[in-house]
C-alpha cells in the first residue's frame, strides 16, 4: 500500500526538504527521530567534548567558536550549551533581518549580557535589502530569501575573516523535520545544503542571472566564501542536535527559568517560542509559503509535539486547523516598508499559490482542547511589548544592555 501522509505525524510526502514514508506508513522523520529514545546521549556529548577540544585556545582574549543568534529559536540554548557546558568563549554573530520585534531585540540583548558574550552584527543597507525582497518575492514568491541567506552567509563570513574555523549551529532541519540524516551521520554545514534547500537553490550571484534589476553592490554581502578562503582557515560548522537530545519546547522552558528568555502568542500557530524575533516568519512569510506549500508553520510545530508525545494526532490535526486559517497580524508594517500596497502584493504571490489543501482526514477533537503544557505557567509577553507597531531597524535593548 502506497502512503502519501505518515500515520504517525502530519507530513506528507510533498514536504519541500523531501521525505520517504516505509511500508509502514512512517516517515523518515519519525523514524529518525525514535533515535532520540534510543542513542546514549552521555556518550554522544563526550564525542562533543572530543571534537571542540582542538578548537579551544588557552589565551582569552581570543574567540574559540562562533555561534549564530537571533532574539528567537534555539539562540539562548545553543550558547548555554557552548559558553556553560563546553566552556567555550564564542563570538555570538547576527544578520538584522529589518523586521525586528521589540521582544526580539530585548531577548538579543537580555542573552548576551546573561552570557557575557560579544556580539557581531551585520546591517546590509536597506536600499539593497529591499531590491532583494522585492526580486525574491517577484521571482519566487519569497518574502525571506534574504534573511535565510543573510543567517546563514554571515557566520560563515565571519569565520574567514576573524580565522575561527568552528562555527556551531543548533539543530539541522532536514534531520529534524524529515529525517534526511541520522544523527550518527554528524553532518556538517554544507555549501550545497544551504544552496538546494535553504535558500531554493538561489545562491547570491544566481539572482544577478536570473533578474537584471539587481546588480553584484546589492547581493555581494551574501556570498558564501570560496573554498579556498574556507580551507585556509579550515571552516566547519557542527550542529549540536546531534550530540544532544534536541526538544525545543523543553529547551525553551529552561531557558526561561535559568536566563529570562521571553515568548509571545502568535496569531497562526500555538507555539510561543520560536521565532520571536520576527514580525513576518510566523506571521505573513508564513500565509505565503502555506500558500505555496499546502501547510504553515503550525504544522511543522504539531508534528514536532506529536513526536516528542505531547500532542497526539486528532489533537495536532485540530490545532493545524485553528491556526492555519489565521490571517497575519502585522503585513500591514511589510507594506509600508516595503513601499507596496497589500492588493499589489498579494497579486505577486498568488502567481505562486499551489492551492493545496490540507486534508489530514481526522475527526478534530473540538474547542476544548487545551495548551496549558506549552507555557507550564510561565508567563508570556507579546511581541510589541507594549511599544508601538513598528520594526526595530537598530536597537540595544530596552533595558539600558
Ligand atoms: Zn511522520
Request: glycine residues 6%; charged residues 25%.
Amino acid at each position: 500500500m502506497i502512503h502519501n501522509t505518515c500515520k504517525r505525524c502530519l507530513y506528507t510526502i510533498d514536504h519541500p526538504l523531501g521525505l520517504v514514508i516505509d511500508e509502514e506508513g512512517i516517515c523518515s522523520g519519525c523514524r529518525v527521530h525514535e533515535e532520540k529514545d534510543l542513542l546514549d546521549w552521555s556518550e554522544r556529548w563526550q564525542q562533543l567534548e572530543q571534537l571542540v577540544k582542538p578548537y579551544r585556545i588557552s589565551d582569552k582574549r581570543q574567540y574559540d567558536c562562533i555561534v549564530p543568534v537571533t532574539g528567537g529559536q534555539d539562540s539562548y540554548y545553543i550558547v548555554h550549551l557552548v559558553k556553560e557546558r563546553l566552556g567555550l568563549n564564542p563570538l555570538l554573530v547576527t544578520y538584522n533581518k529589518y523586521w525586528n520585534t521589540p521582544l526580539g531585540i530585548r531577548n538579543l540583548a537580555n542573552l548576551r549580557i546573561r552570557f557575557n558574550c560579544d556580539i557581531v552584527i551585520q546591517n546590509v543597507n536597506p536600499i539593497s535589502v529591499k531590491k532583494v525582497v522585492k526580486e525574491t518575492l517577484r521571482s519566487f514568491g519569497s518574502l525571506y530569501w534574504h534573511c535565510i541567506a543573510g543567517q546563514t552567509v554571515f557566520p560563515v563570513q565571519t569565520a574567514v575573516r576573524y580565522k575561527i574555523p568552528l562555527i556551531i549551529w543548533g539543530a539541522h532541519q532536514g534531520l529534524e523535520q524529515v529525517g534526511m540524516f541520522s544523527h550518527e551521520h554528524e553532518v556538517e554545514m554544507t555549501r550545497r545544503y544551504r544552496k538546494e534547500h535553504d535558500l531554493m537553490g538561489y545562491e547570491a550571484d544566481d539572482l544577478i542571472t536570473h533578474f537584471n534589476t539587481l546588480t553584484e553592490t546589492d547581493v555581494w554581502q551574501y556570498r558564501y566564501p570560496d573554498d579556498q578562503a574556507l580551507n585556509d582557515v579550515g571552516v566547519r560548522g557542527i550542529y549540536l542536535g546531534n550530540y544532544v537530545r534536541w526538544d525545543p519546547l523543553a529547551q525553551h522552558h529552561k531557558m526561561i527559568d535559568m536566563h529570562d528568555y521571553k515568548g509571545a502568542n502568535f496569531a497562526r500557530t500555538f507555539d510561543r517560542f520560536d521565532y520571536v524575533d520576527c514580525f513576518n516568519y510566523m506571521d505573513l512569510h508564513d500565509q505565503i509559503k502555506q500558500s505555496k506549500c499546502g501547510y504553515g508553520k503550525v504544522l511543522d510545530h504539531a508534528c514536532r509535539e506529536i513526536r516528542h508525545g505531547r500532542l497526539n494526532r486528532d489533537e495536532a490535526v485540530t490545532l493545524v486547523e485553528r491556526y492555519q486559517v489565521q490571517t497575519p497580524k502585522y503585513g500591514d508594517l511589510l507594506f509600508d516598508w516595503l513601499g507596496v500596497n497589500q492588493r499589489g502584493f498579494e497579486f505577486v504571490t498568488d502567481l505562486f499559490a499551489q492551492n493545496k489543501p490540507f486534508d489530514a482526514k481526522i475527526t478534530s477533537v473540538g474547542d476544548e482542547l487545551s495548551l496549558d503544557w506549552m507555557t507550564d505557567g510561565r508567563d508570556l509577553t507579546s511581541l510589541e511589548m507594549d511599544r508601538d507597531r513598528e520594526y526595530i531597524t537598530i536597537g540595544k535593548g530596552l533595558y539600558n544592555c
